[in-house]
């Protein structure tokens, strides 16, 4: 047992003091900082006017051919407090135009009625790819066609608001095992984050095991430690190690994340805090997430072992990883897009296949109101099939690591367990 | 404490890597393994170990197989540099120290009296593969005796040394020998085989051609060599009953014999065509032996 605590702790702490890693770590801890305060970096940005090239975009000139509408639509634009500011002009479109092209200004509306009475607007701007003016002039206009329309039927405001009284709908779902619309879009944001996360960690640890062991094979240092220790153990206490130290960072990011977004001052961070169905956290959806990392990168790194015992040089890790990497991509994308409908078949079938269990079962357990057996038959499955994988990479990699030379393919597993026999 | 290596066979598949090997090996020896490449030291070594299990035969150390049972008393040395090359030279000491049994703060007071004794206490702070290739050796060669082991087994341990640091470490080797360590190494340097082994094993395709004392080997070789220098042509004896080969030199020649009367009748039949400057029996080295063992079969 000394044995295995001396390589968890070597395996833990050279991976943690190496540079790259701490670099990565504080890169990642910078990210998130930046990210929670992007809101307000991009206010003070924009208030500098960094972006406008000089011409202001709240200034709208108008063209008003019938010249009734200017002032009812700075008021509707008041009401809304969309800060914009309307200037009527004279001049001709195609001066306007010109003046865009200058960077003069920014856009120019022009507006008409037609014989049955309906406004006519036309926006100009630089490109079209401008959203948000557009669109809140169109919700102004379209007001003020409505008061237009309801004068003119002699309607009275309390009819108008009648008729335009928006109605109640509400969902609700007979199957048991669904949540209420409301859980759903609170919870769809966590499990689509959580998701993300265990995706990357365990592909990202899985690898770095891959590479410890091809670096520890290729540099012949293998042939004493398993001279001195068995394998098998050396297997496990190393993948336990680098488990440990993914724990860890994990862990860090997210208290890091959460301080980042309680301490950023903006109003738009909070509103995606409890967009993503981070106001109320389920513990629930939390334990099943570490849960779900965990198994799946005992999962996936015991493959990655196994698989990282075959080669002889570090370079040709990635070749031979790419089968493993190919699967935990399949799963994410089962999982993602189950995000919208996790009740579909193929994701019912999916969360039971232990190399799409972490991923995909995590899903239905944060998504829906499973029965408690399902998320324990996964984890069963799961379970069963790391001891089976365990037993069996113990075996190859009892063998590989003694084997040496060119060829590296699946075909050597074969040989591998061969040389390893006892 | 006595290593012995009964009936050894160990096959890959079809192809039979060592074949029938018998040695014992008491404590306190120094046992040569010689063999080209690919002759199945490094299997025979990996099988004492026990990485490898043996087809058929037994390998037994002091009574008893080799497992993670009692490998804090084994010392290894691997053909090829096998040290963690962005470690420090201490911790990876310490490490691999703590592995073979040893607690953490005697790995590093070891480690350090071993660095001071190899003249490389400098090192310590420094990463593996900003050494010299020699320097790895001293301290690949660190991590094998650091522990104290009984049993050392060393794969070429002299490659890549100068000279004066090959002679740095047979001392080492001798000074851990007079402790009472029983050790076995393979090289092809076979003058440092000559000098430090009691007993050694040729191997050749998986089987010890020759194997047994220095003195053995030699006289069982049946063959010596006679120097000779004169200053006519000496050719003319190499027809001789009991001459097996002989080669001019610039001085004179030299004359391969089955039998020590042989060597006087060259003389006595020399010294009738003049006279001779100088006259010596000699044994084979162990190169000769090794070239006329192990080549024969290859030509």
């Known amino acids: ?422 | 404490m006595t290593l012995q290596i009964e009936n050894v066979t160990k096959k890959f598949g079809n192809f039979t890597a060592v074949k029938d090997l018998s040695m014992t090996l008491e404590q306190g020896s120094m046992y040569g393994f010689l063999g080209a490449n690919g002759a199945g030291k490094t299997t025979t070594f990996r099988m004492i170990l026990g990485l490898l299990d043996a087809t058929e035969g037994s390998i037994t150390w002091n009574g008893k197989p080799i497992t993670y049972a009692n490998s804090t008393h084994i010392g290894y040395l691997p053909e090829e540099r096998g040290l963690y090359p962005k470690m420090k030279v201490e911790d990876q000491l310490i490490y691999l120290g703590q592995l073979r049994g040893m607690k953490k703060n005697d790995a590093k007071i070891a480690s350090h009296q071993w660095l001071e004794r190899f003249e490389v206490p400098h090192y310590a702070g420094k990463k593996v593969e900003e050494l010299s290739k020699g320097n790895q050796q001293k301290i690949q060669v660190i991590a094998s005796l650091l522990h104290r082991p009984s049993l050392i087994i060393l794969d070429e341990p002299f490659s890549g040394l100068d000279p004066v640091n090959v002679e740095l470490l047979k001392k080492a080797i001798l000074d851990v020998q007079k402790e009472g360590a029983t050790i076995m190494f393979s090289s092809h340097r076979m003058d440092h085989v000559e000098e430090l082994c009691e007993q050694l094993s040729i191997m050749h395709h998986g089987e010890s051609i020759v194997n047994g004392t220095l003195r053995d080997v030699k006289r069982g070789f049946g063959r010596q060599n006679v120097l000779l220098k004169a200053d006519f042509d000496l050719s003319f004896m190499q027809q001789m009953d009991g001459v097996t080969s002989f080669k001019q030199t610039v001085e004179g020649g030299v004359f391969q014999i089955g039998e020590e009367r042989i060597a006087h009748e060259i003389l006595r039949s020399a010294l009738k065509q003049g006279d001779i400057r100088h006259f010596s029996i000699e044994e084979p080295s162990l190169q000769d032996i090794f070239i006329e063992k192990v080549g024969k079969e290859n030509a």
Do not use: C
């Open chain 1, 1 to 422: 047992m000394r044995d295995f605590w001396t390589i968890f702790n070597q395996s833990f702490w050279t991976k943690a003091k190496t540079k790259s890693f701490m670099i990565t770590t504080l890169i990642v801890v910078a990210g998130i900082f930046l990210m929670a305060n992007l809101s307000v970096i991009i206010e003070k940005v924009q208030n500098v006017g960094m972006f406008d090239g000089g011409a202001d975009s709240d200034t709208i000139y108008v063209v008003d051919e019938s010249g009734q509408f200017l002032e009812p639509l700075q008021q509707q634009l008041d009401a809304s407090e969309s800060g914009l500011t309307l200037k009527s002009t004279n001049n001709s479109i195609d001066d306007l135009k010109s003046k865009i092209s200058e960077e003069e200004i920014k856009s120019f509306l022009v507006l008409s009625i037609n014989d049955s009475e309906i406004i006519e607007a036309t926006y100009t701007s630089e490109n079209a790819n401008e959203f948000d003016n557009p669109m809140v002039i169109r919700d102004a206009l379209q007001n003020l066609q409505t008061n237009l329309k309801a004068t003119s039927m002699d309607l009275s405001p309390n009819e108008v608001s009648q008729l335009f009284a928006p109605i109640e709908f509400e969902q609700n779902a007979v199957s048991s095992s669904s949540k209420t619309e409301e859980e759903l879009s609170q919870a769809r944001g966590l499990v689509y984050v959580l998701i993300f996360v265990i995706y990357f960690a365990v592909f990202y640890y899985s690898n770095m095991i891959a590479m410890e062991v091809a670096t520890e094979k290729s540099s012949r240092v293998m042939e004493i430690i398993i001279s001195s220790v068995s394998p098998v153990k050396h297997m496990f206490a190393k993948i336990a190690g680098v488990g440990t130290l993914g724990l860890l960072q994990i862990a860090l990011f997210g208290i890091v994340g959460f301080l980042a977004l309680k301490t950023s001052s903006s109003d738009l961070t909070s509103g995606v805090f409890s967009f993503f169905g981070f106001s109320n956290v389920s513990i629930d959806t939390m334990l099943f997430a570490v849960i779900f990392f965990l198994l799946g990168y005992f999962l996936y790194a015991t493959l990655a072992a196994l698989l990282g015992s075959m080669v002889s040089r570090t370079e040709d890790v990635q070749q031979l990883l790419l089968p493993m990497t190919f699967l935990i991509i399949i799963a994410s994308f089962i999982a993602f897009s189950g995000i919208g409908n996790p009740e579909a078949g193929y994701v019912q079938i999916a969360s039971y296949i232990p190399f799409f269990t972490p991923l995909v079962m995590f899903l239905r357990v944060g998504m829906l109101d499973l029965p408690v057996w399902e998320p324990i038959l996964g984890i069963g499955i799961l379970l069963i099939t790391i001891f089976i994988l365990g037993w069996f990479g113990s075996r190859v990699y009892r063998g590989g690591v003694l084997m040496y030379g060119a060829s590296q393919s699946l075909k050597d597993i074969k040989k591998a367990i061969q040389l390893g026999k006892r």
